[in-house]
């Protein structure tokens, strides 16, 4: 059966994390049977490596503060975490799926593409969102 996503559902999601007012920092898309819906949601880095367990497939959709001491600037992610324990059916299935996922996360820096924990590591996903983005005015003071 062919994947379906909902699409209300997760584009108020999306624009949560994208809205300079929420405090809500990331969004988790998952699923539930054959549709993609909007899962947990948080503030905490920590809280979204809790959800990238081995045995599933979600999209991660995250707000992530960069910049310099003159310049903050908030930048976006699209992560797409894929277990060790999921099988190749499901795997095969995920560039498929992450389309419908695209047609509401519209708006990000970087997509990754993550099947590892150490790659989840918060800084190094802030150091390639920073190579994304304009001036660094810090690298002047080194």
């Known amino acids: 059966?062919?994947?379906?996503?909902?699409?209300?559902?997760?584009?108020?999601?999306?624009?949560?994390?994208?809205?300079?007012?929420?405090?809500?920092?990331?969004?988790?898309?998952?699923?539930?049977?054959?549709t993609i819906v909007p899962g947990t949601q948080g503030t905490s880095y920590d809280d979204f490596k809790r959800e990238c367990t081995n045995d599933r497939i979600l999209f991660g959709f995250h707000r992530i503060i960069t910049g310099d001491a003159m310049s903050k600037?908030?930048?976006?992610?699209?992560i797409t975490w894929i277990g060790d324990g999921v099988s190749v059916l499901q795997r095969a299935k995920v560039s498929t799926d992450k389309s419908l996922v695209k047609e509401v996360v519209q708006n990000f820096a970087k997509e990754f593409v993550i099947c590892e924990e150490q790659e989840l590591a918060e800084e190094y996903i802030k150091q390639e969102l920073e190579k994304t983005g304009g001036a660094n005015y810090d690298a002047q003071l080194e």
């Open 1 to 34: 059966m062919a994947t379906k996503i909902d699409k209300e559902a997760c584009r108020e999601s999306y624009n949560m994390v994208r809205d300079d007012n929420s405090d809500v920092n990331w969004v988790i898309f998952q699923y539930d049977r054959h």
């Open 73 to 78: 600037r908030a930048k976006f992610a699209l």
